[in-house]
């Protein structure tokens, strides 16, 4: 099997003291190349040391998440401008980025600034998007249809065909970052995969979250993903096998500034 996992934050708390031990199994599971998208101030260090001690397996991506954008936004935004303007060849994207109205809708300006701000660092530099969307589809939309030519993907996807249609009329040609949701028995997002087709399908896990079924409500790894890969492979009437090569080619086609060793 030869499997990306295009989202995991194998640096959190969540696998310390040993995120060593996490990378290696998902190599022995098939995983061939792991993307670590940054969340906020704190975890680019961890990030950049873990990948550090896997530099052909896995890359990066820099940006600052959504819930990360507080009262302090303009300093937060700062220092992980300074992160990315440090080190400009060790990332892969721009992510994790976008918007997030599930937990807290104080700070959506804000919110939709450092957003738009992204965007147009990432068309600045030819990188593609990461994008975290949670209750903010249209908010979403309208800050991509500002910034035309941005290409990336709606991570951890699990919305519904008709949310697939709006993203491709009023973004473009997106990708879909799909995860342990896909799993999940409340969840129609099987259903919805022949709508994306295989062509615009990555597969993530969002490590530690979204374990998939049979892990669910376990601490998730990457290792997982064999699972989410044969619930996908098999909504779209594929081997398994087949699925991973495909969904590796796109991997690799978006983030097209991996190195592989
Ligand atoms: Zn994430």
Redesign the pocket.
């Known amino acids: 099997m030869k499997l990306v996992d295009t ?3 194998l640096y959190l708390d969540e696998f310390e003291p040993t995120p060593g031990d996490a990378v290696r199994r998902a190599i022995d599971a098939g995983v061939i190349h792991m993307i670590f ?1 940054n ?1 906020g101030i704190d975890s680019i260090e961890r990030m950049a040391r873990l990948h550090s001690e896997f530099p052909d397996v896995t890359s990066m991506a820099m940006g600052l ?1 959504p819930t990360e954008v507080g009262e302090d936004a303009d300093e937060v935004y700062a220092a992980v401008m300074d992160a990315f303007n440090s080190s400009l060849t060790d990332w892969v994207a721009v ?2 980025i976008g918007m997030d109205l599930y937990w807290d809708k104080t700070f959506e300006a804000k919110q939709m600034q450092v957003f738009d701000a992204q965007l147009a660092l990432a068309l600045r530099h030819s990188l593609p998007v ?1 994008i ?1 969307c949670r209750e903010a589809l249209d908010q979403t939309l309208e800050a991509l249809e500002g910034r035309k030519g941005v290409r990336g993907v709606f ?2 996807f699990g919305g519904s065909e008709a949310d697939v249609e709006k993203i491709r009329n009023r973004a473009g040609d997106f990708y879909f970052g799909i995860n342990g949701i896909v799993t999940f028995k409340n969840s129609s997002l099987a259903k919805v995969m022949p709508s994306i087709t295989a062509d615009r399908v990555i597969l993530e896990t ?1 490590s530690p ?1 979204l374990a998939p079924v049979p892990m669910r409500g376990k601490r998730n790894e990457s290792a997982y993903i064999v699972h989410t890969a044969a619930v996908v492979a098999q909504s779209l009437g594929l081997k398994t096998e087949a699925l991973a090569d495909k969904t590796s080619a796109n991997a690799f086609s978006l983030f097209d500034k991996i190195k592989i060793g």
Do not use: K
Request: net charge negative; glycine share 8%.
């Open positions: 989202h995991t934050h998208p969340v998440h992510g994790e990461i975290h991570h951890s969002d979250y």
